[in-house]
């Protein structure tokens, strides 16, 4: 088979997958959409490395993967650094009573994970995050990919890893406190 005619099978079988997954990792359909086709320009301009040692499909992950980490390299560099004021006094302390803590306690933190209302509110707080926490978090916590790995793809210290996602975690406490625990 010619190569143009083995891509465009490629596009065919895969598309859809590699846009589920570029969805997943982006939030956001256009800018899945816009990897995808990266990533099948990339295939087509490397075809010839593709040596058939493993599935087309684990290779296009891959190029999909590198595609997803250079998007939030640019898109990192370019944001602006976030204040965390609005956790901390300026002892240092937390500003708002610990409420994660009370639910805890009260051994309710297992009915949490049934709860689709809950679920759903933690997804909603997720997004609120800045793109490159969510996807390192979801790298980290959804994917349970190892904090070597995701600090090597996105081309991040682990130091600096272990910031952001403790920011995240900071940040989805605030938006879970406000949008979920302040009604209970």
């Known amino acids: 088979m010619m190569k143009n005619e083995v891509l465009k099978s490629w596009i065919e079988q895969y598309s859809e997958p590699l846009l589920k997954k570029a969805f ?4 956001d359909q256009e800018e899945a959409q816009d990897i995808v086709q990266e990533v099948f320009l990339a295939a087509f301009s490397s075809y010839d490395s593709f040596e058939g040692k493993s ?6 992950m891959a190029i999909l993967n590198r595609k997803v980490a250079d998007f939030y390299r640019k898109k990192y560099r370019s944001e602006p650094k976030i204040r965390l004021d609005h956790f901390f006094d300026e002892t240092g302390s937390w500003k708002n009573n610990d409420v994660l803590n009370d639910w ?24 609120e995050l800045p793109p490159r926490w969510k996807i390192l978090l979801k790298m ?3 994917e349970e990919k190892k904090a070597p790995e995701v600090s090597q793809e996105f081309e991040v210290s682990t130091t600096n890893l272990w910031k952001i996602l403790q920011r995240s975690r900071m940040q989805l406490r605030e938006c879970l406190e406000v949008n979920w625990f302040s009604g209970l």
């Open 140 to 142: 980290y916590y959804i």
């Open 104 to 127: 805890n306690a009260a051994g309710k933190e297992s009915e949490l994970l049934d709860d689709q209302d809950f679920n759903k509110t933690l997804e909603e707080c997720m997004e």
């Open 24 to 27: 997943y990792m982006l939030s």
């Open 55 to 60: 599935q087309p499909l684990t290779w296009l």
